[in-house]
């Protein structure tokens, strides 16, 4: 008996750890923000970044730990430092802020003192963001956060070969426990600031002492800041696996409030739904499932005008408007859906699928590599890519593909692949 309580304690406070208020949590964060490069030039915005992030995190009950222009060694003996002081603490943060790019998949944050001749020595000259991850994860920590504002164009690539993916960061799984943000979409670089901070730091620091709303939230509200004020040519993007809600302001002003945060997004007229509101949505799925997509299309645009933060609005209306051929406007509504909700795949399939209806390939393919990410699992989302695969004439990787999905129990689209003759 002893022992099975003992056992029930442990899981009880690893599933409600992160909903510890602020002052009865350990805080402890690491920010890193390298703004003069030896050979790389100047960023104006990293250092100012650091700061700036610093005071805000102190204010939110974090300890802080924080360096600036750092050498190869000076980066990896803070981060090796913060992972034994993380050891029994609740929440792990981590913040950089200076120039990152990805090489062969693998990401990498440049030190002050990097010269990089080639790709090659990235491994040699840089850090691994997987380095920051490792040490977090070892620690033990039930909470960790990895912010990266680290997608500014790389200062070396015009001396690398051609085609080498030197642009942005690509997408990494967070482990169990975290979150990692990104500035901008994986590939994609970010802006850099005309400010005294950088866009994506101006965001947060505008939203992150918001009480009463989850990190997740507060995500969505800095995306949504940044696609804006951006004219909508930067989209910061969010992998997370956390084990449950984290707030960094748990409460109207007061750190550690265990006030129950708003359950919509701040533009909802309210919380709970009318009847109306209930016989619109109900009517509209009834008229979808019926497949009479054009009289469900009305039922929809009725209803979002009232209710602007339903996902599973814009999934169906998406659907409507990609079942008539309206893929432009599919795409629109899909987009929505992942502003309300970056970490639900549906919406990253559904797009994939009108881009690859347009024939956009390249994109539909960047969309089913979301959706894998989010969900291995999927051999829908493998026979999609490997379809569009085969529609820029990439039958190896294509029919690759097409496989995975169909022993995934997805064999739709390599029925088809071989009747046709693409793969054997």
Not at 127 to 139: F, S
Not at 308 to 320: E, I, P, S, T, W
Request: aromatic share 10%.
């Amino acid at each position: 008996m002893r022992k099975h309580t003992i056992v029930l304690t442990i899981i009880l406070s690893l599933l409600f750890a992160a909903d510890l208020p602020a002052k009865q949590q350990q805080r402890l964060a690491l920010l890193i923000g390298n703004s003069h490069y030896t050979h790389g030039g100047s960023l104006p915005n990293p250092v100012n970044d650091v700061r700036a992030i610093k005071k805000a995190l102190e204010g939110l009950g974090f300890t802080v730990m924080k360096y600036e222009d750092c050498s190869q060694k000076t980066m990896k003996q803070a981060m090796d430092k913060f992972g034994r002081k993380l050891k029994g603490k609740n929440v792990g943060l981590f913040f950089y802020a200076g120039h990152g790019f990805q090489v062969n998949g693998r990401n990498y944050l440049l030190p002050a003192d990097a010269k990089l001749g080639s790709e090659h020595d990235a491994e040699y000259d840089c850090v691994r963001a997987g380095r920051i991850l490792a040490k977090m994860e070892a620690a033990g920590s039930r909470t960790n956060i990895v912010i990266l504002d680290a997608c500014r164009d790389n200062p070396f690539t015009r001396s690398w070969r051609r085609g080498t993916e030197g642009a942005g960061l690509a997408f990494m799984d967070a482990p169990s426990g975290s979150l990692i943000a990104y500035s901008t979409a994986p590939g994609k670089t970010a802006l850099d600031g005309r400010n005294k901070n950088s866009p994506y730091t101006s965001a947060l620091l505008q939203h992150i002492n918001t009480p009463n709303i989850t990190v997740l939230q507060m995500f969505q509200r800095v995306r949504t800041t940044v696609r804006s004020q951006s004219g909508y040519k930067q989209t910061p993007w969010e992998s997370t696996s956390l084990n449950g809600d984290f707030y960094f302001n748990g409460g109207s002003g007061k750190i550690g409030s265990k006030q129950p945060p708003p359950t919509s997004p701040p533009n909802a007229k309210s919380n709970q739904y009318t009847q109306h509101q209930k016989d619109l949505f109900n009517k509209a799925l009834d008229l979808y499932k019926k497949n009479e997509k054009s009289e469900s299309l009305k039922v929809w645009n009725t209803f979002i005008e009232l209710r602007k933060d339903n996902v599973r609005a814009y999934l169906f209306r998406g659907g409507c408007y990609n079942d008539t051929q309206q893929y432009v406007k599919a795409i629109q509504d899909y987009n929505k859906a992942m502003e309300l909700n970056p970490e639900d795949s549906r919406a990253y399939g559904l797009r994939g699928d009108s881009y690859y209806r347009l024939q956009q390939y390249v994109k539909a393919i960047q969309d089913f590599d979301k959706v894998i990410a989010l969900d291995p699992k999927s051999g829908r989302a493998y026979g999609h890519r490997g379809g569009s695969y085969l529609g820029l004439n990439q039958t190896t990787q294509g029919c690759a593909d097409l496989d995975k999905g169909c022993d995934l129990g997805d064999c739709e689209m390599l029925k088809w692949a071989i009747k046709e003759g693409y793969c054997r």
